[in-house]
């Protein structure tokens, strides 16, 4: 199995809303990753985590809080977006090592109200 | 902090046209890789390339690794309208898990 899942495929939210999304992955890769993708712009990293402890942050503002509950599953929760963090939300995940290639999930298209 | 450029931003060729897309860092790279993302999809991994000068190459697509580590290219001889997508590279300098990505290369292949 070489695919990374991830739900919702899209999301509406209103601005005071608390919602989450979820990532999944069973290629047995202990590095996953959370990407935002404005449209026609590359993806920006956010957050990376390691053996399931956050590793890097990326300065993301605290309202988009990661969570990685086991080696499969990233979570990211989302409370009191703005407007301007529209955008595409991808998960990836890699082994740790050198030869990193990332493995892309199909994202989740976030709108904020 | 570490910028990655690319040009061209937006090429649009005949299929059968070759096509590259160059791509410079602003700080030396341990490593580059390159992805394709489809319209509507998500990115998908292409090749790495780690060492100064390093050449690769997959059928029509040839890929190379600057002798300074700061810049690359991507070059697709005889494009076909499947290589219809945008092409970034994504290089990392301070730990290879935090990739930089490419401002991209949008390609379109017409018929």
């Known amino acids: 199995d070489t695919e990374v899942t991830q739900t919702p495929k899209h999301l509406v939210m209103g601005m005071t809303n608390k919602k989450s999304l979820k990532c999944e992955q069973h290629m047995g890769h202990r590095a996953m990753y959370w990407y935002k993708q404005k449209a026609k712009k590359p993806p920006e990293l956010m957050f990376v985590?390691?053996?399931?402890?956050?590793?890097i942050n990326e300065s993301v503002p605290s309202r988009f809080s990661p969570e990685c509950p086991n080696s499969s599953l990233l979570n990211l929760h989302l409370h009191a977006l703005q407007p301007e963090d529209s955008a595409l939300y991808l998960c990836a995940s890699s082994q740790i090592s050198r030869n990193g290639e990332q493995f892309f999930g199909p994202g989740t298209r976030l709108t904020v109200l | 902090g570490q910028q990655v450029m690319q040009i061209p931003q937006y090429q649009h060729v005949q299929e059968g046209e070759d096509f590259t897309t160059y791509c410079n860092s602003s700080?030396?790279?341990?490593?580059i890789q390159w992805y394709k993302q489809r319209p509507g999809g998500h990115p998908v991994f292409l090749i790495q390339l780690v060492k100064s000068g390093e050449v690769k190459k997959q059928k029509r697509l040839t890929f190379q690794f600057g002798e300074a580590k700061k810049n690359s290219s991507l070059h697709i001889t005889a494009t076909q309208t499947t290589d219809v997508g945008t092409y970034f590279c994504a290089g990392s300098s301070t730990g290879f898990q935090k990739l930089v990505f490419g401002t991209g290369t949008r390609l379109l292949v017409s018929p």
């Open positions: 985590y390691s053996y399931e402890k956050l590793s």
């Open positions: 700080t030396t790279l341990s490593n």
